[in-house]
Antibody
Framework: QVLLVQSGSELKRPGASVKVSCKAS????????MNWVRQAPGRRLEWLGW????????TYAQAFTGQFVFSLDTSVNTAYLQISSLKTEDTAVYYC?????????????WGQGTMVTVSS | DIQMTQSPSSLSASVGDRVTITCRAS??????VAWFQQKPGKAPRSLIY???TLQSGVPSRFSGSGSGTDFTLNIRSLQPEDFATYYC?????????FGGGTKVEIQ
């Protein structure tokens, strides 16, 4: 079955960096792009962007350029989200998700989420 | 960016009730809307895409409708496992955007 397994919770100081991993299994990794979505406490879901798992080309939502970097290691079917210069407002659960909807089918699978807490 | 305005933000209902949640897009998005259910501590799970297509395995008491700017999620007879937060999401254009959520609570 399709699984997206993310790395564990992180506690970071403001200004630090963090790298979240998302290991995919159960399907051909290069077939579906990987999206990143975050959910800060009590807030709506926010889409950070996506990475083409075939070419490695990332696309960032305008609000998330600069601080966020998507990458891949296709040898282990893993996508990464790196966040630099962390601020307290980056405290959130970060999800990887395939989030694909076609006209007659879909491929929508989510990781379990990674809690990133930024606190001094 | 396309804004998705969801209402109500919360509601109280009883088992067996019919529930309606609405979502309005700031621009026309054809039928490129998905609805998600999220339970505490869990990832969202899609219920409906294409505004009205039920995901495999989702009970038929869930239904969606709408096109253009106005969309609706209906739950025909609320079951105990349906108490959760529901989100709409548009995938007509980037950036993908979500509604603010509707928390369905037990009355």
């Amino acid at each position: 079955q399709v699984l997206l397994v993310q790395s564990g919770s992180e506690l970071k100081r403001p200004g630090a960096s963090v790298k979240v991993s998302c290991k995919a299994s159960g399907y051909t990794f290069s077939t579906y792009s990987m999206n990143w979505v975050r959910q800060a406490p009590g807030r709506r879901l926010e889409w950070l962007g996506w990475i083409n798992t075939d070419t490695g080309h990332p696309t960032y939502a305008q609000a998330f350029t600069g601080q966020f970097v998507f990458s891949l290691d296709t040898s282990v079917n893993t996508a990464y989200l790196q966040i630099s210069s962390l601020k307290t407002e980056d405290t959130a659960v970060y999800y990887c998700t395939t989030l694909w909807f076609g006209e007659r089918d879909s491929f929508d699978f989510w990781g379990q989420g990674t809690m990133v807490t930024v606190s001094s | 960016d396309i804004q998705m305005t969801q209402s109500p933000s919360s509601l109280s209902a009883s088992v067996g009730d019919r529930v309606t949640i609405t979502c309005r897009a700031s621009h026309g998005i054809s039928n490129y809307v998905a609805w998600f259910q999220q339970k505490p501590g869990k990832a969202p799970r899609s219920l409906i895409y294409g505004a009205s297509t039920l995901q495999s395995g989702v009970p038929s008491r869930f239904s969606g409708s709408g096109s253009g700017t106005d969309f609706t999620l209906n739950i025909r007879s609320l079951q105990p496992e349906d108490f959760a937060t529901y989100y709409c999401q548009q995938y007509n254009s980037y950036p993908l955007t979500f509604g603010g959520g509707t928390k369905v609570e037990i009355q």
